[in-house]
T-cell receptor
């Protein structure tokens, strides 16, 4: 059974640029959630996707957007990058009948300079 | 006041010790309680989850939830150097969507 995978592992962007992060959910999981983890902090919920629809959103501005595809993989897009967007971005997938069980990928470390 | 409070540590114990990790929370609507382990530069790994109050045991790990005190604990018996990691508590309500509310994490070091 393949776990949650994310790409890229690391990337460096300049303030004002746009970035797309990708996530493949664990086999059999149809719900994907995205979190931002700043250094020394716990993950903060960005949003969740279920059946290709946004199913909940945390306290993040609209420049954070996402997509879920028919194969349940997902993308996180961030526009107009700010220095404070530097963080570890985590994707988590859940099985349909146990959405509270969230299994995380290794994350993408984004640095904004 | 944050909804979930967790002492960041660091907590250093000798190998073989019993470790107690704790979180407090303020939202009485929380019903699901999880513990994650996160190694440096890795994603969090789900260790255990508990619904409502009570205890749950899995090998060397025991999770306890006291909803009356809004207090949860994770105990690690016979701690090993490989247990050295950051431990994150997380929780969510039944009707608040599926967002997990995390603590800051407690850094644990088990020394040989």
């Amino acid at each position: 059974e393949t776990g949650v995978t994310q790409s890229p592992t690391h990337l460096i962007k300049t303030r004002g640029q746009q970035v797309t992060l990708r996530c493949s959910s664990q086999s059999g999981h149809n719900t994907v959630s995205w979190y931002q983890q700043a250094l020394g902090q716990g993950p903060q919920f960005i949003f969740q996707y279920y059946r290709e629809e946004e199913n909940g959103r945390g306290n993040f501005p609209p420049r954070f957007s996402g997509l879920q595809f028919p194969n349940y993989s997902s993308e996180l897009n961030v526009n107009a990058l700010e220095l404070d967007d530097s963080a570890l971005y985590l994707c988590a997938s859940s099985p349909a009948d146990r959405a509270y069980e969230q299994y995380f990928g290794p994350g993408t470390r984004l640095t904004v300079t | 006041q944050k909804e979930v409070e967790q002492d960041p540590g660091p907590l250093s114990v000798p190998e073989g010790a019993i470790v107690s990790l704790n979180c407090t929370y303020s939202n009485s609507a929380f019903q699901y309680f999880m513990w994650y382990r996160q190694y440096s530069r890795k994603g969090p790994e789900l260790l255990m989850y508990t619904y409502s109050s009570g205890n749950k045991e899995d090998g060397r790990f025991t999770a306890q939830v006291d909803k009356s005190s809004k207090y949860i604990s994770l105990f690690i018996r016979d701690s090993q150097p490989s247990d050295s990691a950051t431990y994150l508590c997380a929780m969510r309500g039944s009707n608040s969507g599926y967002a997990l509310n995390f603590g800051k994490g407690t850094s644990l070091l088990v020394t040989p």
